[in-house]
């Protein structure tokens, strides 16, 4: 063959010393199959090296939640079924985000604790960005009703963390890892009502698609400008009650909650505006919201 010349000068290269050293694969068979030997000795004793140090973090961690006070349900995490839920795949919901202006109130986070309160837990805990310098006296006293409701340790349980924000619209954040916020407090009912108690989910109800047409008009209401479409809203609602005890037929249902906390956040709607139907049902309303 061509023989080749030296491309690069001779001389010494040294080698680091900070990187693992392979060893010469052009060993006898005899020593590779004693090297083999002591390699598999090494990495079992590696094994159980690293498998006590995990055991020693579990304690430590276990510790470190016994301190907290973080209680683990077990048993008592309500566990939900794809045919539960209109064939949806379902994860544990544990912490979500809520970030809402003091001007708008997310009333519904009150009024689905209260609700709640005997079969789910929505433990919210607020905090003031520094977009705001003031929340206002409403606000406040939000948050005083707020801590006002117990939480019960014994119910499956979810993290709420409502910030005061100068933001525009309402919003929740679900994935810490995945910025996909859910814009309106609608739709943010919309969504608890999904993980929640069995009791207030409506996707396998005969009334699902007579619940979401009154959740779409609170959707609406909450963006009238003027107090004459506000009043057209208003009576579309009355239609939808007719003579129900509840929009969601005999029980309570996440449409009461929504037209509840809309009507709240509406004081230029008066009972003048309200007719003897939607007056009956929101004292009914209140008794379960106590809002």
């Given at each position: 063959?061509?023989?080749?010349?030296?491309l690069?000068?001779?001389?010494?290269?040294?080698?680091?010393?900070?990187?693992?050293?392979?060893?010469?694969?052009?060993?006898?068979?005899?020593?590779?199959?004693?090297?083999?030997q002591?390699?598999?000795?090494?990495?079992?004793?590696?094994?159980?090296?690293?498998?006590?140090?995990?055991?020693?973090?579990?304690?430590?961690?276990?510790?470190?939640?016994?301190?907290?006070?973080?209680?683990?349900?077990?048993?008592?995490?309500?566990?939900?079924?794809?045919?539960?839920?209109?064939?949806?795949?379902?994860?544990?919901?544990?912490?979500?985000?809520?970030?809402?202006?003091?001007?708008?109130?997310?009333?519904?986070?009150?009024?689905?604790?209260?609700?709640?309160?005997?079969?789910?837990?929505?433990?919210?805990?607020?905090?003031?960005h520094?977009?705001?310098?003031?929340?206002?006296?409403?606000?406040?006293?939000?948050?005083?009703?707020?801590?006002?409701?117990?939480?019960?340790?014994?119910?499956?349980?979810?993290?709420?963390?409502?910030?005061?924000k100068?933001c525009?619209?309402t919003?929740?954040?679900?994935?810490?890892?995945?910025?996909?916020?859910?814009?309106?407090?609608?739709?943010?009912?919309?969504?608890?009502?999904?993980?929640?108690?069995?009791?207030?989910?409506?996707?396998?109800?005969?009334?699902?698609?007579?619940?979401d047409?009154?959740?779409?008009?609170?959707?609406?209401?909450?963006?009238?400008?003027?107090?004459?479409?506000?009043?057209?809203?208003?009576?579309?609602?009355?239609?939808?009650?007719?003579?129900?005890?509840?929009?969601?037929?005999?029980?309570?249902?996440?449409?009461?909650?929504?037209?509840?906390?809309?009507?709240?956040?509406?004081?230029a709607?008066?009972?003048?505006?309200?007719?003897?139907?939607l007056?009956?049902?929101?004292?009914r309303?209140?008794?379960?919201?106590?809002?």
């Open positions: 063959m061509y023989e080749l010349k030296t690069l000068p001779q001389f010494d290269i040294k080698l680091p010393t900070c990187m693992y050293e392979l060893k010469n694969a052009s060993l006898s068979a005899g020593a590779a199959t004693g090297n083999a002591d390699d598999t000795a090494a990495v079992v004793q590696r094994q159980e090296k690293v498998l006590k140090q995990l055991e020693e973090l579990k304690a430590q961690l276990g510790k470190i939640r016994t301190s907290l006070g973080v209680r683990v349900c077990g048993k008592t995490i309500q566990h939900t079924t794809a045919y539960q839920n209109g064939g949806l795949k379902e994860v544990p919901l544990h912490d979500v985000v809520v970030n809402g202006h003091p001007n708008f109130i997310p009333y519904a986070l009150l009024a689905l604790k209260n609700a709640w309160r005997d079969l789910y837990t929505i433990d919210v805990k607020t905090f003031t520094s977009t705001m310098a003031d929340i206002g006296p409403a606000a406040r006293e939000f948050e005083a009703n707020l801590a006002k409701v117990p939480v019960n340790a014994a119910f499956p349980k979810i993290n709420v963390t409502l910030i005061w100068n525009e619209h919003e929740m954040i679900s994935s810490p890892t995945m910025y996909v916020p859910i814009y309106g407090e609608v739709n943010i009912i919309r969504y608890l009502g999904r993980v929640g108690p069995t009791e207030y989910r409506y996707e396998n109800s005969p009334l699902c698609n007579e619940i047409a009154v959740l779409d008009i609170c959707y609406q209401l909450l963006r009238c400008s003027t107090h004459k479409s506000q009043v057209v809203m208003v009576r579309l609602l009355d239609k939808r009650l007719q003579q129900q005890q509840y929009f969601g037929g005999d029980q309570m249902s996440v449409a009461d909650i929504g037209v509840y906390s809309s009507l709240i956040r509406m004081p709607i008066t009972d003048k505006d309200l007719t003897p139907a007056l009956a049902w929101r004292k309303a209140k008794l379960v919201t106590q809002i």
